[in-house]
């Protein structure tokens, strides 16, 4: 059915629309928050991609290919926030039920996970933002190499090298950000 949701979206109905955004809602913050580290971008990035995706879906040609083209309006969309970036954001933490633990039944061992968890976000956010959208889409997303070549217009072995590349690059920036 959602085929046919984006055949009426594409016609104007509203209603269409709002059903095809409600189904990928929680993939689009999940993308988008990994890519940019923290929630008040990730909400500028996914209102500016849904105005893209309305305003260009009559101009969608191939309806199957609609979960790819939104997905690269997405990533393009996460690109143009962090070049508006005037200034390193804090990674967001999302408050749990350990955050509110008392202090004194914290372990050295989740100390440790803290600051690994931190360490990562630092050496991730020093990547691209083309590094992160790979990053995200095979090891968060779980995506095919052949699914984000789609998403992201570019060849297969294209998308193969530049996983290695960004692995490489995470790798190097935690090794930094570890010494």
């Known amino acids: 059915m959602p085929d046919l949701d984006v055949d009426r979206a ?3 109905e509203v209603d269409a629309f709002v059903s095809l955004i409600e189904q990928r809602q929680e993939r689009m913050f999940r993308v988008a928050g990994a890519i940019l580290g923290n929630r008040s971008d990730a909400d500028d990035a996914i209102q500016e991609a849904l105005v893209s995706i309305w305003r260009e879906l009559p101009r969608l040609r191939q309806v199957v290919q609609f979960e790819a083209w939104a997905d ?3 990533v393009n969309a996460c690109r143009l926030v962090l070049r508006r970036r005037t200034r390193r954001w804090v990674r ?3 408050p749990t039920a350990s955050f509110n633990a008392d202090l004194s039944s914290v372990t050295p061992s ?3 996970s ?3 968890r931190d360490t990562f976000g630092r050496a991730f956010e020093s990547l691209d933002v083309d ?3 790979l990053l995200v889409l095979r090891h968060l997303e779980g995506r095919s190499v052949a699914d984000i070549a789609t998403v992201l217009s ?3 072995g294209t998308v193969k090298s530049r996983l290695f590349t960004a692995r490489r690059a995470l790798e190097a920036a935690l ?3 570890a010494s």
């Open 110 to 112: 989740h100390d440790e």
């Open 154 to 156: 570019i060849p297969e």
């Open 72 to 74: 690269r309006i997405l």
């Open 114 to 116: 803290v600051i690994a």
């Open 131 to 133: 590094a992160r959208a």
């Open 92 to 94: 967001e933490i999302t």
């Open 10 to 12: 594409r016609s104007g």
């Open 175 to 177: 090794g930094r950000e």
